[in-house]
């Protein structure tokens, strides 16, 4: 069970934040001086301070920016707990949450490569009987739409059940185990929001129920479990030493930093310890480094075929969800992709991940040159993501046009 944009409705609690100066990225950039270009660490470290006050004030950020001229820009405000003076470490683990997705779909469409399964084939092709009932219809959805989030199943989070164990229950719900089959079958409780209809108009609406069924058909067409299909098909590839599915397994690897929530009993609870994130949807955790070698290798063309990532960049305009646009107003989705313009003209490609006390957001330009990861960890109250985005949308524009704010 993953926590998302809609679970990262906890009230989280303080933690101590002491600004860091990155000196030894400081002097790797002096040594290259090429890397800076117009957007420099003095520019990085700015906008990483308006993320901060975006975010409440009091989070934990982390950026990385990684481009073709040498050493990377780094920029940390924070510390690791709540109780330490310890500032975040450059390398910090954190659980990707929804980035997760962008994974997923890219191992689907190399088993679409491959010819194990087809973009066009149905759920119900795939796993007969598992979308039916109450107006779902596992025929009319297909891989596709699975990936692009037009299939109009009901978001599995999105029930009552569900978010009072994720929001008031969180100490008895932390070492969650839920199969995905069973998540999915939690979504088939509700009826759908539309049913996908041939010829007709495409309808958009987010659900992490479509990513807990893209793991599944992939597990079938792929013959290994959708954790084993990204540890080899990407991890192991491109030799991401810091990624890893850990699955069941509560802990992050060190060093991470901590988070933080505040129970119904006004206690605080470190809730960096939990399985709830263990599903195709979610289960992913890596480091800013590693997130940018991924998004960069694969708008290079080192994951998919031509064929199959012009398929993933092929979106759809949003329509029927008004949660997601209020919070990201700007943009199309693709196959396990957003597609975001640019102020300098062109656009750049993301996958948010928003989960409880974690938001994440990597980026990376059309070309694969040049990517910026940046990690909150809130340590309060969730923020508020509408505001949040624009300040992280600002960063990455400004990252991606190579220019500060400073300069327009």
């Known amino acids: 069970m993953p926590s998302t944009k809609k679970a990262a409705a906890v009230v989280l609690t303080a933690a101590l934040l002491a600004p860091a100066s990155p000196m030894a ?28 006050e975006a975010g409440g004030g009091d989070v934990n950020v982390l950026a990385r920016v990684d481009g073709p001229h040498g050493a990377p820009l780094l920029a940390r405000i924070g510390t690791r707990t709540a109780d330490s003076t ?6 910090a683990h954190f659980r990707v949450a929804s980035t997760t997705k962008t994974f997923t779909a890219t191992v689907v469409l190399q088993l679409a490569a491959e010819k194990r399964l087809s973009l066009d084939d149905t759920v119900e092709h795939w796993l007969p009987g598992v979308v039916a009932g109450n107006g779902n219809d596992g025929r009319r959805i297909t891989v596709r739409d699975l990936l692009r989030q037009t299939s109009g199943l009901y978001d599995y989070i999105d029930d009552p059940e569900i978010q009072d164990r994720l929001i008031n229950h969180f100490e008895e719900n932390r070492y969650d185990s839920t199969p995905a089959a069973d998540l ?16 007709g108009a495409t309808r958009w609406a987010y659900s992490n129920t479509n990513y807990l069924l893209a793991g599944m058909i992939a597990e079938k067409a792929g013959g290994a479990s959708w954790r084993e299909l990204v540890e080899r098909r990407v ?26 929530l505040t129970g119904p009993d006004g206690a605080r609870i470190d809730v960096t310890e939990h399985s709830l994130q263990h599903t195709a949807d979610s289960g992913v955790v890596s480091t800013t480094a590693d997130l940018n070698t991924f998004f960069r290798a694969l708008a290079g063309g080192r994951l998919l075929p031509a064929e199959q990532w012009r398929e993933m960049r092929q979106t759809v305009r949003r329509t029927d969800d008004p949660e997601d646009l209020a919070e990201m107003p700007e943009g199309t989705y693709g196959l396990g992709l957003r597609r975001i313009p640019l102020s300098c003209g062109g656009s750049y490609y993301l996958h948010e991940g928003d989960g409880a006390g974690v938001n994440t957001r990597p980026a990376v330009s059309a070309d694969g040159r040049r990517a910026v990861t940046v990690s909150v960890t ?21 990252v991606l046009c190579d220019r500060p704010a400073t300069s327009r």
């Open 86 to 91: 310890d500032p975040i470490p450059w390398n």
């Open 378 to 398: 809130t340590t309060t109250a969730p923020p508020d993501l509408a505001v949040l985005n624009r300040a992280t949308g600002a960063l990455v524009d400004h």
């Open 184 to 199: 999915v079958a939690v979504a088939m409780r509700h009826r759908p929001l539309f049913v996908p209809r041939p010829g």
């Open 25 to 52: 990225a400081t002097a790797a950039n002096a040594r290259h001086p090429a890397a800076r270009h117009h957007y420099g660490e003095d520019a990085l470290r700015r906008d990483l301070a308006a993320v901060r």
């Open 235 to 260: 991890i192991d590839r491109l030799g991401l030493r810091d990624t890893s599915v850990p699955g069941l397994d509560p802990r992050l690897p060190d060093p991470h930093v901590n988070a933080y």
